[in-house]
Nanobody
Framework: QVQLVESGGGLVQPGGSLRLSCTASGMRGFTSMYMAWYRQAPTKQRELVARIAPNNFKDYTDSVKGRFTVSRDNTKKEMYLQMNSLETEDTAVYYC?????????WGQGTQVTVSS
């Protein structure tokens, strides 16, 4: 069975950095999956943060451009999110998503809290 596990969340001060990881297991064809990071803050809807296509094309939501970098390692079946210059508004649960066609898999989420 397919499983996505996020790690790397935690508490960080404004201006700090964190690196999130998403590890896939039980997944065939990881290299052809569209991978993405979403986040959901309290009382808000889940939003797309960054995504990376099988051909390594990347795009980001406007609020994180220049601060966050998404990457993937297909040999390890992992995806990463390097988050720099973190702001209090980045506080949320961050979720990993893997999708292809009608398939869509989610991780359980990792909490990121940006606070002084």
């Amino acid at each position: 069975q397919v499983q996505l596990v996020e790690s790397g969340g935690g508490l960080v001060q404004p201006g700090g950095s964190l690196r999130l990881s998403c590890t896939a297991s039980g997944m065939r064809g990881f290299t052809s999956m569209y991978m993405a990071w979403y986040r959901q803050a309290p009382t808000k809807q889940r939003e797309l943060v960054a995504r990376i296509a099988p051909n390594n094309f990347k795009d980001y939501t406007d609020s994180v451009k220049g601060r966050f970098t998404v990457s993937r390692d297909n040999t390890k079946k992992e995806m990463y999110l390097q988050m720099n210059s973190l702001e209090t508004e980045d506080t949320a649960v961050y979720y990993c998503n893997a999708a292809r066609g009608e398939l869509s898999f989610w991780g359980q989420g990792t909490q990121v809290t940006v606070s002084s």
